[in-house]
């Protein structure tokens, strides 16, 4: 497809357990993103690949919390032992080649719902 | 630190009418400014960006104000259609590259016929 798509879709996992989302950004976007929205809440961010490096991880609330990405492409954001607090939907947006200008349009996927147990 | 504030929190308007979401903000140094519309269930899809220097921008029913001294934007929806209903989220870029995003927590706008 031409848009962001994200895996799992729904994600229900034991309090401890460890969980690895997938986004897959819209072909040739440089930027990639990740967000939070938890129950109720506003959007959080987390954390903004430019490429393979992360020059901003400002948004990651804890250690448990790690995010990679290779290729330039596909990116993973990774969990480690959950807990319930980290029960949300997890957005990705990828925005336009060149890299992240002020004006660049983020396209967003549908997320990964989160369940923490 | 960087807040952006939206209101109403939540709002009911019937179908046809107009209505205007606020979204005030403290995000120093300011680079542009975002109103998304996110479904239920669904990631948000982008309405408007504006930067420092611009006052209004639209895109179909929607339109889009920012006043830069008193750090205030306004979304405008014009002759409202059931589809409409939605969240609406407002977003503030910070920093040099626009990288440093800043979230309000929505509004919440249901259309009823």
Known sequence: GAGVSQSPSNKVTEKGKDVELRCDPISGHTALYWYR???????????????????????LPSDRFSAERTGGSV????????QQEDSAVYLCASSSP?????LETQYFGPGTRLLVL | KNQ???????????????????????????????????????GPVSLTIMTFSENTKSNGRYTATLDADTKQSSLHITASQ??????YICVVSAGNAGNMLTFGGGTRLMVKP
């Not at chain 1, 990116?75 to 959950?82: A, E, G, P, V, Y």
């Not at chain 1, 060149?98 to 002020?102: C, D, E, I, N, R």
């Not at chain 2, 542009?32 to 239920?40: A, G, P, V």
């Open chain 1, 37 to 59: 929205q938890s129950l109720g809440q506003g959007l959080e961010f987390l954390i903004y690949f430019q490429g393979n490096s992360a020059p901003d991880k400002s948004g």
């Open chain 1, 75 to 82: 990116s993973t954001l990774t969990i480690q032992r959950t």
């Open chain 1, 98 to 102: 060149g890299g992240a200008s002020p």
């Open chain 2, 4 to 42: 952006v504030e939206q209101s109403p929190q939540s709002l009911i308007i019937l179908e046809g009418k107009n209505c205007t979401l606020q979204c005030n903000y403290t995000v120093s140094p300011f680079s542009n400014l975002r109103w998304y519309k996110q479904d239920t269930g669904r």
């Open chain 2, 82 to 87: 059931l589809s409409d209903s939605a969240s």
